[in-house]
T-cell receptor, first 116, second 114 residues
């Protein structure tokens, strides 16, 4: 299966701990997008990255959240000092670099973060 | 990206066609109409997209009004596996800073009745 792989699928953290969410895009895709979905709510854009660059982080909270997409390896969404309000499903999507036509993104199955 | 309006929920009987409407009265000439769906406990899944002409693929059909101010996603024969939240999203083209991301609304929750 060449889809977007996210791990872990479920993550439980105590308040104050760090959460690291990983996303491996579709092979050959160099653009990654992170979204957050709070319980019973819609998906909210967080950040858009290309290899080694953050392109649009307009949806990222100003503190405790960071994202990276290194030249080698998966994209990482990092949440420091988690609070209960961070409990949500975090989805990653990817797209290829060459966009010759207007096509769809491929989403992963998400990481469900629970802060206790 | 321009805004879309969808009914909050719809029901349909299994094995019958489903027509999911979407209004986008402020659509611009370069906005593509995209549809995604999200099955329970899954990430969104691309369904179909179009600009002006009606589009068909293995999953669904997209009917676009002549003035492009509305569109309808058509599932020809709904199954229980089609129960999901369906999102209608406008995406401007060409892509540039700020419009690469998809902006999801609240979508339509489709319930399939056995």
């Amino acid at each position: 299966n060449a889809g977007v792989m996210q791990n872990p699928r479920h993550l439980v953290r105590r308040r104050g701990q760090e959460a690291r969410l990983r996303c491996s895009p579709v092979k050959g895709h160099s653009h990654v997008y992170w979204y957050r979905q709070l319980p019973e709510e819609g998906l909210k854009f967080m950040v858009y990255l290309q290899k080694e660059n953050i392109i649009d982080e307009s949806g990222m909270p100003k503190e405790r959240f960071s994202a990276e997409f290194p030249k080698e390896g998966p994209s990482i969404l990092r949440i420091q000092q988690v609070v209960r309000g961070d409990s949500a499903a975090y989805f990653c999507a990817s797209s290829p670099e060459q966009q010759g036509t207007n096509y769809g993104y491929t989403f992963g199955s998400g990481t469900r973060l629970t802060v206790v | 990206d321009a805004k879309t309006t969808q009914p909050n929920s719809m029901e349909s009987n299994e094995e019958e066609p489903v027509h999911l409407p979407c209004n986008h009265s402020t659509i611009s000439g370069t906005d593509y109409i995209h549809w995604y769906r999200q099955l329970p406990s899954q990430g969104p899944e691309y369904v179909i997209h179009g600009l002006t002409s009606n589009v068909n693929n293995r999953m669904a059909s997209l009917a676009i009004a002549e003035d492009r101010k509305s569109s309808t996603l058509i599932l020809h024969r709904a199954t229980l596996r089609d129960a999901a939240v369906y999102y209608c999203i406008l995406r401007s083209w060409p892509l540039g800073f700020g419009n690469e991301k998809l902006t999801f609304g609240t979508g339509t929750r489709l319930t399939i009745i056995p």
